[in-house]
């Protein structure tokens, strides 16, 4: 199931009447020119927009070329009424980038004035309530526009998933996790939509899978991945059927939708009814670009989703679960990265992290559910844990939520999966922020956010943050560096 949209950009240019028409027209072409040097696909519109008539033939050619993205340029100060207009009939992402003036010796005739064009530009969207992506420098040479139009590719790539997106959940949240219970309104207005089912809905439909045929491969397809992982192959048609269960559920259920995410209820009933621990299976899913979160998380789906999307890679949810002992910081840490103490933490989930985002990987059981469920005995129902560290990587820890009153919130963290062993269980890794301790008192606890947060294997703050302005949220907060204080943190 292919879970993630493909972007397909279209380059409109823009053209004030009182300017040469023909600088739009040869900057936009050294701007297609880079884009193709730099593996950018990008449909270029032979239409040069000065007015609302040429706007709309430009529109007609980008749709029927089968463009889902559009970046409006300013070759010269641009018209300000029509290319205004363009993002507000293109129905998807737009992004506006303007030219840079190429060299002293042009500046009598070939002088375009897109710098003063482009705040003109903002304003007459701000007026229009048009929301349009616009980069931290949106004024450059034909080879910085085109990198700044790489960089709009995973933006436009979530927002396009999310406008097509449908969570299903199944089951309340889990007693005392009230901290995955969030407002789902803001879902709608972000264009999500969402199913919430029972979780006696997935019991059946787990039972009317009972000797599909389809079984025995999939437990096949995961005796293979385990490799000499797995340790409990016993567990595995049980898995199975609960996979397939859960892939023709979606097949059955997203309806108008494109693409799908799941926020599924995973203990403390599941374990004695269903037989195993869930877990293996949702890392599966997560690899496939179809994220599982844990304990009805909807919103934690909803930032895994997020992050696939922008990545074009697997993801996980995990807890920000436990402080880094002293001695094993001493041990193994220190003098070795430039990290203290408390920029380091353990972010853990019983085994829900891919297969390719761990150092290695075993089949296990929930160690804390066996010791109330299966006291004594050997592991049977709370087999199913994907358990191993997590490889080392660059990371980003963020979550987009929506707070108790419904407003939008979001965070974004950089740092590393450190190559240190855990000794712990679970899916596990020792993380390391720059000022985490801070972070975590002044933007985490100080904002209400729940336990889990999503893991993207790679640095992309700046796309996030992108993306959370184009969604409207209210409140951005970052790990905030040595110096720069946070709004309630005192200087003492």
Known sequence: MKNIPTVKLGIVAVSRDCFPMSLSEKRKKAVVEECQKIGVSIYDCPTIVET??????????????????????????GPETPETLLAKKFDGPVMYVAAAEESGNSLMNGRG??????????????????????????????????????????????????RNLKIISFGPRPENFLACNAPIKRLYDLGVEIEENSELDLFEAYHAHKGD???????????????????????????????????????????????????????????????????????????????????????????????????????????????????????DIKGKFDYKLDDTFMGFHCGNTPSCKLSSCNMRYQL????????????????????????????????????????????????????????????????AIPEMARFYRHELIEYNYPHHGAVAFAHVGRALGAIFKYLGVSHIGFNRPQGCLYPDELPF
Request: charged residues 20%.
């Open 213 to 331: 045929p389809r079984i025995a491969e999939v437990a096949k397809d995961m005796a293979n991945e385990l490799g000499s992982g797995n340790n409990h192959p016993g567990v595995l048609e049980r898995l199975a059927q609960y996979e397939i269960t859960l892939l023709d559920w979606i097949e059955a259920h997203k309806g108008s939708r494109e693409y799908v995410v799941m926020a599924n209820k995973c203990w403390p009933a599941f374990q004695t009814q269903f037989g195993f621990v869930p877990c293996y299976v949702n890392s599966r899913f997560a690899s496939r670009g179809i994220p599982i979160a844990c304990e009805v998380d909807i919103w934690g789906a909803l930032s895994e989703y997020i992050a696939a999307c922008v990545t074009e890679d697997a993801v996980t949810l995990l807890d920000i679960n436990n402080t880094v002992p002293k001695d094993l910081y001493e041990q």
């Open 368 to 431: 804390i559910m066996h010791r109330s469920l299966e006291p004594d005995k050997e592991p049977d129902i709370t087999r199913g844990t994907l358990e191993g560290d997590i490889a080392p990587s660059k990371i980003t820890f963020f979550r987009l939520q929506s707070s108790a009153d419904a407003q939008l919130r979001a965070y974004v963290a950089q740092g590393e999966v450190l190559p240190v062993a855990t000794r712990s269980f679970g899916s596990i890794g020792i993380f």
């Open 52 to 77: 609302e008539l040429q706007g709309e033939d430009a529109l007609a050619k980008v749709r029927e070329a089968g463009c889902n993205a559009l970046v409006v340029y300013l070759g010269n100060f």
């Open 113 to 162: 004035d897109a710098y003063c064009g482009m705040l003109n530009a903002s304003y007459n969207l701000a007026l229009r309530n048009i929301t349009a992506y616009i980069p931290e420098r949106p004024v450059g040479t034909a080879d910085e526009v085109a990198q700044n139009i790489k960089e709009f590719l995973p933006i436009a790539r979530t927002i396009i998933g999310l």
